[in-house]
């Protein structure tokens, strides 16, 4: 890509703040093969920004003014970056390199194959392995007695746009599979999307049946007919079209359409009324334009927003993932979803009902696995529908924008559901455009697997996973009871609110001085070194309660030890040593035996810190105290082997007694 680039070097750069009225910053401006970068020259605080050339989506000439030539940059994540050129044949050729650089023709040129992270061959293919949908599904409970595997597209023979592994009805046979996928477009057949294992109600997608006016097909009739069975405690099952009615009306004459509830049995039809990607399209252009007014009134603002319509279509997607929730959940109702190909409303839908229904796609690993099952593995075309190739503009939509949305607008009403928070959503939203990771470059598995996508380029999972405490929800309470049961949102029209972290993620002036989620992380952080150090206090209280009972145990003992000799009488052929007779054990009568008792309690509550230490002076008529406390040799220890063997200590011992 370096060989696009005319100018690789601008100095006398100035960079506008369009989000207030400080003056611009000068600095120099560089061009390499993936980033343009602006250095500033202000000693005080040094800036950089960096911007991917994948991420650029428009750049502007503007008309001149009398500080140079402008040129806006406008980015896919919605940042605006403003450039004053010193000279115009200098401005030029900044534009017409940034145009070739952020319009990749190949996919070679992306910035994921030329990106080389710190990471050896292993593991990178470690990477790609931190999300198995094989186990998801296992998760799920399938394969079961009632779906399987099928190895129907195992070379991709039925379907190109379908993975591998798809799990069927047990009781669907390969020619029904093969005649149902024949009757609908693109081959998207009918195929498992998720299982509930409480209800054993599914969530099937497929894409439109080729029906026409009165068309039909008997092996796609007994497709459904095995998912309405494979369901043993409903007696019919739903079909969702996403579509509004019109649209799917209107397909019938290009041989498109939708069921008839007249050829298959047992099942109920529903329009939802989403609309395709054009009027997307267009609604959040004209969401981005109000978005970009420079201190708009309310009046203007909330017009703006109402007239994008944009804030509707949200809610209309989410009305849908709502239904089949509930189907799922509360009437135990398989659903078979499509749309018009099944990769677009489809993916929005199901991925919705799945977040509502399982709190499990609500966690940070969960959501990935969800993108990978519902978006990446059953074939969204993300790079025609995020331009991530300079192709046909008219294929470009923010489908999965909308559902990010979805989750954002969810997390709103639920703030302790999620353990992930907006960064997290923010984050994946940057990365589907950058093309940094591999993850989301083509259109279908076939195509990355024919890329050589996992031997060329890097996983993004694991690199998000690896800084997870940044995503993290300080809300977030397993235990809770929005995080264990099945979301019911609120779908009234003053619910929905403006997304302003993403739209307006790059306008510092629109943002309070200090984040909110900042506060809450540092408040949660804070809350757990407390937490860590009231643990540490308890453990020191409990070894300290742990002591003293221990000290307690060995008063104890040494009293009945004291209670037990003076029980017995004493034997010349016990004492071993002049303190048996002089300071111990006969130099004492039953009258000092209470006494005695007493020194004894006294002395063992000096060893916990309870009594006074006793002096050097002390009596020496103290008993059992000094029995226990002195040895021949003077020191605070028993009586020593050699002390007991010496032969003068004995005699001397006789000629006392």
């Not at 009568?589 to 309690?601: N, S, V």
């Amino acid at each position: 890509m370096m060989e696009h680039i005319r100018l690789p070097k601008v100095e006398r750069v100035q960079l506008v703040d369009r989000g207030s009225s400080r003056r611009a910053q000068v600095g120099t401006l560089y061009l390499t093969a993936s980033h343009t970068i602006f250095v500033g020259n202000e000693t005080e605080v040094c800036s950089e920004i960096w911007v991917l050339h994948s991420l650029v989506c428009n750049v502007e000439k503007q008309s001149v003014t009398a500080f140079g030539y402008p040129l806006l940059i406008q980015c896919k994540n919605f940042q605006v970056i403003q450039l004053i050129i010193p000279q115009e044949n200098n401005c030029n050729d900044v534009l017409m390199s940034l145009l070739r650089l952020s319009r990749a023709k190949r996919y070679e040129e992306l910035y994921c194959f030329s990106f080389k992270p710190d990471i050896d061959k292993v593991e990178r293919d470690q990477a790609w392995d931190f999300i198995d949908l094989r186990a998801e599904y296992s998760r799920m409970g399938v394969p079961n007695k009632l779906w399987h595997v099928t190895p129907i597209n195992r070379e991709y023979r039925v379907c190109d746009t379908y993975p591998t592994d798809l799990f069927v009805p047990k009781s669907a046979t390969l020619p029904v599979i093969v005649g149902s996928s024949k009757f609908r477009s693109r081959g998207r057949f009918p195929t498992l999307s998720y299982y509930c294992k409480e209800t054993q109600a599914a969530i099937c997608r497929s894409s439109q049946p080729l029906s026409g006016f009165s068309a039909r097909c008997l092996e796609d009739e007994q497709m459904l007919e095995a998912i309405m069975k494979s369901n043993p405690g409903s007696q019919f099952m739903y079909v969702v079209d996403t579509r509004p009615k019109l649209n799917a009306m209107a397909n019938r004459a290009t041989g498109k359409g939708y069921e008839s509830e007249d050829n298959y049995t047992n099942i109920k039809f529903q329009f939802i009324g989403i609309e395709n990607i054009h009027v997307m399209r267009n609604s959040q252009q004209k969401l981005i334009e109000v978005s970009d007014l420079r201190s708009p009134s309310m009046g203007e603002f909330l017009l703006g927003l109402e007239n994008s319509d944009w804030l509707k279509h949200i809610q209309t997607i989410l009305t849908a993932g709502k239904f089949i929730a509930k189907a799922v959940a509360e009437e135990g109702v398989s659903v078979l979803v499509h749309c018009s190909d099944g990769w677009d409303r489809t993916a929005q839908v199901c991925s919705v009902a799945c977040i509502l229904l399982d709190p499990y796609y609500r966690t940070l690993k969960g959501f990935m696995v969800l993108i990978e099952k519902d978006w990446v593995s059953f074939g969204h075309k993300f790079s025609h529908r995020y331009s991530h190739l300079d192709e046909d503009p008219k294929e470009v939509s923010p489908v999965i924008d909308q559902f990010l949305e979805c989750v954002w607008q969810l997390m709103e009403q639920f703030p302790c559901a999620f353990e992930y928070n907006e960064r997290f959503l923010i984050s994946i939203h940057n990365h589907i455009h950058s093309c940094q990771y591999g993850n989301f470059i083509c259109n279908s598995e076939k195509e990355r697997k024919d890329l050589s996508i996992r031997e060329k380029t890097h996983s993004l999972w694991p690199h998000l996973w690896k800084n997870k405490s940044d995503f993290v929800n300080p809300l977030f309470r397993p235990d809770h009871s929005q995080t264990q049961g099945v979301l019911r949102p609120l779908t009234t029209p003053y619910c929905f609110k403006f997304w302003r972290g993403l739209y307006n993620h790059f306008d510092r002036g629109l943002h309070p001085r200090q984040s909110v989620l900042d506060c809450l992380m540092a408040v949660k952080e804070e809350t757990q070194q407390l937490e860590e150090l009231l643990a540490v206090c308890e453990q020191k209280l409990d070894a300290l309660g742990k002591e003293h009972a221990n000290g307690l145990c060995v008063k104890r003992h040494t009293i009945n030890q004291s209670q037990t000799l003076w029980a017995e009488p004493a034997h010349l052929s016990s004492a071993n040593s002049p303190q048996d007779y002089t300071g111990g054990i006969l130099s004492t009568g039953p009258k000092d035996w209470p006494f005695q008792q007493r020194e004894t309690e006294s002395t063992e509550l000096s060893l916990f810190g309870d009594a006074t230490k006793s002096p050097d002076n002390s009596d020496q008529e103290s008993g059992v105290a000094d029995f226990s406390c002195h040895s021949s040799s003077g020191g605070d220890s028993f009586p020593s082997e050699d002390s007991v063997k010496d032969a003068d200590s004995d005699e001397a011992a006789f000629s006392t007694a």
